[in-house]
């Protein structure tokens, strides 16, 4: 058995506790590097923001026979993306920073990239193709973040798994189509 204490003692941890009680949940046991996790927050705050307006375009622009199975895909991960942003939004907060939601620039700052595409199938693409873009990034992200951050870690590899299932969904839906 070990002989490192699993924990501080008690005192130790109260006292550590009341100092610095303006940064909130940020304790000197932090170990990141909090402005570079709030940048790389609102990059993938911008990222999931121009995932939303590319969704919604190709929810509304779903034409033909197959569009209705495929807009209501669209729709649904419009609706999880948005979450993705709200959850990201919290975390920079939290962390005492501002979630950055100016139009001007936004598509500088997001990883992925706003394409409409002219039909049905090539929505699919840009969209998969921006999936695929984000979960190499959230991958880089939790990678760089590693133990230092494990809350950003923890929800940073739940919008990953969602980001991989969307990527299964229309990967699903493009070979269907074609």
Avoid: W
Wanted: hydrophobic letters at 35%; one cysteine or more.
């Amino acid at each position: 058995m070990s002989d490192k204490p699993f924990l501080s003692d008690i005192k130790t941890l109260r006292e550590r506790a009341r100092k610095h009680i303006e940064k909130g949940a940020i304790t000197e046991g932090y170990k990141a590097d909090r402005e570079t996790v709030i940048k790389l927050l609102n990059e993938a705050l911008a990222t999931e923001l121009v995932c939303i307006l590319r969704y919604k375009r190709h929810y509304y622009m779903a034409s033909g026979i197959n569009a209705p199975q495929v807009a209501a895909e669209f729709l649904q991960h419009a609706n999880e993306e948005q979450a993705h942003a709200d959850q990201i939004s919290a975390r920079i907060v939290q962390l005492g920073g501002e979630p950055n939601y100016s139009p001007e620039g936004l598509t500088s700052r997001s990883h992925a990239e706003y394409v409409e595409g002219d039909s049905l199938i090539d929505m699919i693409k840009e969209d998969l193709v921006a999936e695929r873009i984000a979960i190499d990034s959230y991958g880089e992200m939790i990678r760089y973040i590693g133990s230092d951050d494990p809350t950003t870690r923890r929800m940073l590899e739940d919008i990953l798994a969602m980001e991989e299932e969307h990527a299964d969904d229309l990967a699903d839906l493009l070979s269907q189509l074609n």
